[in-house]
């Protein structure tokens, strides 16, 4: 078992907390907010006040951080703790340039970097049901398999470091396009006054199925945005698309359209609720 650090213990990273202490290893973890510390105190972890002192007692450090800029500033604050050998697993979802150029940066130092980033809201990775995408070098992915293995189901080595980000942001596109469908078509479904549990269930058993409607459809119908993966970290996820694209030179008409529901959601008080919640933008 591992001494194992974590940074950020919010949705995800709490969620990473339990997957860690469930399997028998020592979790130091930080957080800028004193009751998500707490929280994991009464969960069995160990509660830092300083991420510098957590790194320099850790071999592997996680990251569970909103976006690139807060990841590149916990590892400015951790650097002149951190020595070879040690090894930093991000979960964040950022920017793909600017996560290859940190990696570089820590492999002149000897410090491994992946980028581990997860398909599957708080829930699936408590239930031990998420995928994991993993980009860095096959040596890291190698020493990380066995505590990666807790955060999902499956493993995916997808490349080079950044390549975990990269296939993160192609697979929210679809999802989140899956949940902007999804609302869309419940909305209709509403203004024809057509029975929405009804209209749910026919669309699970036919050619329209898509996994969304499991863990979205009942929290549509009620209307219990109870935050399982915010609506504004995806918002972010889809500009860093957008950037993406522009980038290559490639447009995507549909993303674009599903940023405006987003920040029609977010500009409505829905940022910090789930991300089922885009179907507020259809009013």
Do not use: W
């Amino acid at each position: 078992m591992e001494r194992v650090g974590l940074i950020g213990l919010g949705l995800l990273g709490s969620a990473l907390a339990d997957r860690l202490l469930q399997a028998g290893h020592t979790v130091l973890g930080f957080d800028v907010s004193p009751e998500r510390r707490e929280a994991l105190a009464a969960a069995g972890g160990v509660a830092t006040e300083s991420v510098a002192a957590m790194a320099a007692q850790c071999n592997v450090i996680v990251l569970s951080l909103p976006d690139s800029r807060v990841v590149a500033e916990v590892i400015e604050s951790i650097a002149p703790s951190l020595h070879a050998g040690q090894r930093i697993v991000d979960t964040s979802t950022g920017e793909p340039l600017e996560t290859a150029a940190m990696a570089d940066k820590l492999a002149k130092r000897g410090v491994d970097f992946l980028d581990a980033t997860i398909l599957g809201s708080s829930v699936q990775v408590r239930d031990g049901q998420a995928i994991v995408m993993v980009g860095g070098s096959d040596a890291a992915f190698v020493a990380a398999r066995e505590l990666l293995s807790l955060f999902g189901c499956k493993l995916f080595h997808v490349g080079v470091a950044g390549s975990g980000t990269r296939m993160k942001l192609v697979v929210n596109l679809v999802l989140g396009l899956n949940r902007a469908v999804l609302a869309e078509g419940l909305t209709l479904a509403s203004a024809l006054e057509l029975d929405l549990p009804s209209v749910l269930a026919v669309l699970k058993a036919g050619a329209a199925y898509s996994a969304v409607m499991d863990t979205k459809g009942d929290k549509m119908l009620a209307r219990d945005f109870t935050p399982q993966a915010r609506l504004s970290q995806h918002l972010k996820d889809v500009r860093l698309m957008l950037a993406a694209a522009a980038r290559t030179d490639r447009t995507l008409p549909l993303s674009e359209t599903h940023r405006q529901l987003l920040e029609r959601a977010e500009a409505a008080g829905f940022g910090d609720a789930d991300n089922s919640a885009v179907l507020q933008a259809y009013g």
